[in-house]
């Protein structure tokens, strides 16, 4: 940890030792990064114990032996945040990479910093977390995959089941690094988003931004008409509680029933545990929908880019 100055503001003189991990002389002077006062986020500070517990993400770069130009960090007033930066080349979500920071795991061009809301160039700095070189990827992919009944939501799979991995493995063999947004169980088909952009990842899976998303479920069995009411209210699961944001039935079949289910929840296998719980299994489910981004009519293992509009709707739905 950084220790203090009598003000209580780091003192990077003394940073010996991220000094020699970095290559950094240890008596040469530190110069601000910042003009006015410090960038305070929204919230409580970042924790320190919790960034040098967190386990780094980061996609090491192939050329790691670069030599920074320059004297160490430079603030650049219309550069990106160094936490978006972070969580943009996928090392962590964003109040993961604030953590890393002030837990000093991350340098720009050879010096520690461990002030949030640093600004940089992400086109020329050269930056390190845990003295490993990350991969700066300013071509963000998003996509959308309508994912098969039977593969798993994994980039990988040890017992050698068919995965998402193996829909995106010439992309990833190219040096794109992709990463699915949430999960869908083996069972479940359907639209599973898979992008390099680790903030916008983080916060459509997060429950607080409530990005809706739409399932259509064959249950076994008709329901009442007071199902709709009881799911918006809310039932009780072995996990805590779960609500609809809405229910519709769509079509009543010989013992079973077509219903359309929207929802920002992402708990593990909860459309099928909440139909369960109030007795319909369910026979059959896909998800149709995340947010403005639509399955529509793609075919079932294909893969295909999300338009400007669809990824906009997106940064707009969870306020980036």
């Given at each position: 940890?950084?220790?203090?100055?009598?003000?209580g503001?780091?003192?990077?003189?003394?940073?010996?030792?991220?000094?020699?991990?970095t290559?950094?002389?240890?008596?040469?002077p530190?110069?601000p990064?910042r003009?006015?006062t410090?960038?305070?986020?929204?919230?409580?500070?970042?924790?320190?114990?919790?960034?040098?517990?967190?386990?780094?993400?980061?996609?090491p770069?192939?050329?790691q032996n670069?030599?920074p130009?320059?004297?160490?960090?430079?603030?650049?007033?219309?550069g990106?945040?160094?936490?978006?930066?972070?969580?943009?080349?996928?090392?962590a979500?964003?109040?993961?990479?604030?953590?890393?920071?002030?837990?000093?795991?991350?340098?720009?061009?050879?010096e520690?910093?461990t002030e949030?809301?640093m600004?940089i160039?992400?086109?020329?700095?050269?930056?390190?977390?845990?003295?490993?070189?990350v991969v700066?990827?300013?071509?963000l992919q998003?996509?959308?995959?309508?994912?098969p009944?039977?593969?798993?939501?994994?980039?990988?799979d040890?017992?050698?089941?068919?995965?998402v991995?193996?829909v995106?493995?010439?992309?990833?063999?190219a040096?794109?690094?992709l990463?699915?947004?949430?999960?869908l169980?083996?069972?479940?088909?359907?639209l599973?988003?898979?992008?390099?952009?680790?903030?916008?990842?983080?916060?459509l899976?997060?429950p607080s931004?409530?990005?809706?998303?739409?399932?259509l479920?064959?249950?076994k069995?008709?329901?009442p008409?007071?199902?709709?009411?009881?799911?918006?209210?809310?039932v009780?699961?072995?996990d805590g509680?779960v609500?609809?944001?809405?229910?519709?039935?769509?079509?009543?079949?010989?013992?079973?029933?077509?219903?359309?289910?929207?929802?920002?929840?992402?708990?593990?296998?909860i459309?099928?545990r909440m139909?369960?719980?109030?007795g319909?299994?369910?026979?059959?489910?896909?998800?149709?929908e995340?947010?403005?981004v639509?399955?529509?009519n793609q075919?079932?293992?294909s893969?295909?880019?999300?338009?400007r509009?669809?990824?906009g709707?997106?940064?707009?739905?969870?306020?980036?």
């Amino acid at each position: 940890m950084t220790p203090a100055s009598r003000d209580g503001r780091p003192d990077r003189s003394k940073t010996t030792s991220n000094a020699a991990r970095t290559g950094n002389s240890p008596g040469r002077p530190k110069k601000p990064h910042r003009k006015g006062t410090a960038h305070v986020a929204k919230g409580a500070a970042p924790s320190v114990r919790r960034g040098q517990e967190r386990i780094n993400n980061a996609k090491p770069a192939k050329i790691q032996n670069v030599t920074p130009e320059g004297d160490g960090a430079n603030y650049v007033a219309d550069g990106v945040r160094l936490q978006k930066v972070l969580a943009q080349a996928g090392v962590a979500s964003r109040r993961g990479a604030e953590e890393l920071i002030a837990a000093g795991r991350v340098d720009v061009d050879g010096e520690i910093v461990t002030e949030q809301g640093m600004r940089i160039d992400p086109t020329t700095a050269v930056v390190r977390v845990d003295g490993a070189r990350v991969v700066m990827d300013e071509t963000l992919q998003y996509l959308a995959l309508n994912k098969p009944k039977g593969w798993q939501s994994t980039m990988s799979d040890d017992q050698n089941r068919p995965c998402v991995g193996d829909v995106v493995a010439e992309r990833v063999m190219a040096g794109q690094r992709l990463f699915h947004v949430g999960r869908l169980d083996a069972d479940t088909e359907g639209l599973l988003l898979l992008t390099n952009d680790g903030e916008l990842a983080h916060r459509l899976m997060h429950p607080s931004f409530e990005v809706p998303k739409t399932y259509l479920a064959t249950v076994k069995g008709i329901p009442p008409r007071g199902l709709g009411r009881t799911l918006k209210a809310g039932v009780e699961l072995d996990d805590g509680p779960v609500s609809v944001d809405g229910f519709a039935v769509l079509e009543i079949l010989e013992g079973q029933a077509l219903v359309k289910l929207v929802l920002h929840e992402g708990r593990k296998r909860i459309v099928r545990r909440m139909l369960d719980h109030v007795g319909f299994p369910v026979l059959n489910l896909v998800r149709t929908e995340i947010g403005a981004v639509h399955l529509g009519n793609q075919r079932p293992g294909s893969l295909r880019v999300l338009g400007r509009d669809e990824v906009g709707a997106l940064y707009k739905a969870v306020g980036m």
